[in-house]
């Protein structure tokens, strides 16, 4: 099998997550899995894409009561089939590269890439703009999980080809683009999750002595910024800048995300309603789950939830939405609390594995990315869709794992444990 074809089939992947579109990265997906499938897999790879086709076959269930659209259905069924197709197919593809190396070396080259792009996009455009998060975020881009997976892998994973390179200054040059690519998407997600897998990675999130250390020092880390936030006012600001702008987001976080308003639907003036979407969203799933008595299996395949008026969606006015932000309110309202105690399931198995017992150092490290990928996925569940969102990229990652976890002796033991347990 050609190994050229082999790399090329994994950066497409990239690519089509990258474009952020439900169609594109599921025909990929599974072209790149029927070029490189096998009939061998792990033990893993079996538990977790049971999981996730366990939780398909919740959503399954609606057929028996079927009442949403042909469309709705099949993409809503596209949604969950899509992280394991992704899945499988990064599997095979690392599973039949002859350099495991390649696999995370590929990443952070896509991360490089997208940061230059990126950086020349902001330095053709940014002249006599005015400041505005919202407006920069609008016209350079939200977000770039690439860019967040190839930091992580920069800073947590050793003997990457491209940190052996003898072009060391245009190493470090393209290392520091990229940190300042990250930070210029003002993305407090991606922020949060990418702090969040280098101290799981680390070993700063088990449940021991070091964990209950790095959670103190998080509390009271948290506790002073939102301190600062409570008595910060960037409003009152006369020329908000870049950052000024950015905080007042910052200070909107927990509202936005966790706090639901009472709204009359009635209201034509629904400003006040804009800064609470997201919360908004979900309380309107718990609350029509509840009306309907379907707490256990949810609403199923080609459900909707009702938001009470139209709103623009992609350029058409639509009442009832398919999707919700909340990833955690997506899954209940799809596959009520079975579901959503699957999905939980899938997250505490890879979180698990800190208490791994298999000694390989190298095993050890392998063991540490999986528990950074289960708080990638908590993380980005409680504010957008988790693994259903058509960039995560969290799967995609998974499976490179599980594939190069299977080589005792991967490269030499080029992939080790940076840390102690």
């Known amino acids: 099998m050609s190994q050229n074809l082999i790399r090329t089939g994994i950066v497409l992947l990239i690519v089509a997550l990258w474009t952020e579109n439900l169609e594109i990265s599921f025909l990929v997906s599974a072209g790149v899995l029927l070029f490189n499938f096998g009939s061998r897999f792990s033990k893993e790879v079996f538990t977790i894409t049971s999981i996730l086709f366990g939780l398909m076959c919740i959503g399954f269930l609606s057929l028996f009561t079927f009442d949403g659209g042909v469309y709705d259905f099949v993409k809503d069924f596209v949604y969950f089939l899509r992280p394991i197709t992704i899945l499988l197919a990064v599997y095979f593809s690392v599973k039949n590269l002859e350099k495991k190396t390649d696999f995370f070396n590929i990443v952070v080259l896509a991360g490089f890439s997208f940061a230059l792009i990126h950086m020349v996009h ?15 975020r609008n016209k350079f881009g939200r977000f770039n999980h690439v860019e967040m997976l190839a930091l992580f892998a920069i800073i947590c994973v050793r003997g990457l080809p491209v940190k052996k390179t003898r072009f060391k200054v245009l190493y470090q040059f393209f290392v520091i683009l990229l940190a300042v690519s990250f ?4 993305s407090r997600t991606m922020m949060i999750v990418l702090v969040l897998m280098v101290l799981a990675y680390y ?13 103190f020092g998080m509390l009271v880390t948290g506790g002073l910024f939102i301190l600062f936030l409570s008595q910060y006012e960037p409003s009152e600001t006369k020329n908000p800048t870049l950052i000024s702008t950015f905080l007042t987001k910052m200070k909107n976080s927990y509202t936005e995300t966790l706090e639901p308003i009472k709204f009359d639907k009635n209201k034509l003036d629904r400003r006040e309603l804009w800064p609470r979407w997201r ?9 029509e789950v509840n009306e309907e008595k379907s707490w256990l299996t949810g609403k199923g395949f080609g459900s909707t ?11 058409e006015e639509i009442r009832h939405l398919p999707t919700v932000h909340n990833g955690v309110a997506y899954v209940y309202m799809k596959t009520g609390l079975i579901g959503l105690l699957v999905y939980l399931s899938m997250i505490g198995m890879l979180y698990m594995q800190y208490y791994n017992r298999q000694i390989e150092r190298n095993r050890v490290s392998f063991n540490r990315l999986l528990v950074a990928c289960s708080f ?4 980005s569940s409680l504010v957008v869709t988790g693994i259903f969102k058509p960039y995560d990229m969290a799967t995609f990652l998974i499976g490179g794992i599980l594939a190069l976890k299977q080589f005792s002796d991967f490269e030499n033991r080029n992939i080790r444990d940076e840390g102690n347990s």
Request: glycine share 12%; aromatic share 16%; charged share 15%.
């Open 305 to 315: 939830v009702d938001v009470g008026f139209d709103i623009m969606l992609q350029g």
């Open 279 to 287: 919360a908004y969203e979900a309380s309107l799933v718990w609350n």
């Open 203 to 215: 070993g700063y999130l088990k449940l021991n002595a070091r964990g209950a250390v790095a959670l």
């Open 122 to 136: 902001i330095g053709v455009e940014i002249i006599g703009m005015k400041p505005g998060v919202d407006k920069f």
């Open 183 to 186: 930070l210029l998407y003002f």
């Open 376 to 379: 990638y996925i908590f993380a």
